[in-house]
T-cell receptor, first 117, second 116 residues
Framework: GAVVSQHPSWVICKSGTSVKIECRSLDFQATTMFWYRQFPKQSLMLMATSNEGSKATYEQGVEKDKFLINHASLTLSTLTVTSAHPEDSSFYIC?????????????FGQGTRLTVV | AQTVTQSQPEMSVQEAETVTLSCTYDTSESDYYLFWYKQPPSRQMILVIRQEAYKQQNATENRFSVNFQKAAKSFSLKISDSQLGDAAMYFCAYRSVWTGGFKTIFGAGTRLFVKA
């Protein structure tokens, strides 16, 4: 149980285009999902907290117009990197918390490696 | 705001021996969760062990155990009988229970090497 699936696992896009990354909770409902960014050999940096049916809460320094987050259902959150540039190349990881089970850990997707060329 | 500090960028251990990874954190909250996650080369985050702050007893999971010192805000991970498969990045993490939308904050990580 508690499986989080992220899609795609990797993507290469041209500079200036937009890329959408999906995060799905497969066997539980997730009121809250989190999006992280990880640079090579570095830690996970929280970008935003996504709550179903409401606007995402972005961490300081994260451009909300650049990284659009939508959490339209209890099992799906999406991160869209708009007008991507090479500096947006990174590893993006989502995690999800089970509805009504606030005291559990968050479950992680397998991550998406984005390369902007 | 909460912070998590891992002061050891790298650690090395001989196979079958024991190693301890250090972690300190800062918070004004009294109730929270602490975690150790393992990130192998696949980069999939794997939960190693979890500690509830209100529990005094240190958590253990097979070869993994923690030394949780709440007053000192310290949360170290001990790996006994180290195996080659333990080689990975290890992240200490903090999660609020009541505030911040339950987001998980990570330390910088410790890369563990296991020598055969």
């Amino acid at each position: 149980g508690a499986v989080v699936s992220q899609h795609p696992s990797w993507v290469i896009c041209k500079s200036g285009t937009s890329v959408k990354i999906e995060c799905r909770s497969l066997d539980f409902q997730a009121t809250t999902m989190f999006w992280y960014r990880q640079f090579p050999k570095q830690s996970l940096m929280l970008m935003a907290t996504s709550n179903e049916g409401s606007k995402a809460t972005y961490e300081q320094g994260v451009e909300k117009d650049k990284f659009l987050i939508n959490h339209a259902s209890l099992t799906l959150s999406t991160l869209t990197v708009t007008s991507a540039h090479p500096e947006d190349s990174s590893f993006y990881i989502c995690s999800a918390s089970s509805t009504g089970n606030w005291n559990t850990e968050a479950f992680f997707g397998q991550g998406t490696r984005l390369t902007v060329v | 705001a909460q912070t998590v500090t891992q002061s050891q960028p790298e650690m090395s251990v001989q196979e079958a021996e024991t190693v301890t990874l250090s972690c300190t954190y800062d918070t004004s909250e009294s109730d929270y969760y602490l975690f150790w996650y393992k990130q192998p080369p696949s980069r999939q985050m794997i939960l190693v062990i979890r500690q509830e702050a209100y529990k005094q007893q240190n958590a253990t999971e097979n070869r993994f155990s923690v030394n949780f010192q709440k007053a000192a805000k310290s949360f170290s991970l001990k790996i006994s009988d180290s195996q080659l498969g333990d080689a990975a990045m290890y992240f200490c993490a903090y999660r609020s229970v009541w505030t911040g939308g339950f987001k998980t904050i990570f330390g910088a990580g410790t890369r563990l090497f296991v020598k055969a």
